[in-house]
């Protein structure tokens, strides 16, 4: 499954919106350096489908982000 992410950095508060079935919008406290928010953005996804295992598809250096969820052996 993919799902589309829009990514605020340096949020005062984490913040997640779902906008549709395949659509969030997701502030993280983290700075956008030395990939922490995107980690945190993959551990966020991983929390909410827990059985699935996520990973960014396209966007590493854009806020704009698509991650694919597959399901954990």
């Given at each position: ?8 950095t ?61 399901k954990?052996?």
């Open positions: 499954m993919l799902i589309r992410i829009h990514v605020t340096d949020a005062k508060e984490e913040l997640i919106q779902k906008v549709d079935d395949n659509r969030y919008d997701i502030a993280v406290r983290e700075p956008a350096e030395d990939n922490r928010a995107n980690q945190r953005v993959l551990e966020i996804m991983e929390t909410l489908h827990p059985s699935q295992y996520a990973r960014i598809i396209s966007g590493y250096h854009a806020s704009a982000k698509i991650i694919s969820l597959e954990k052996s």
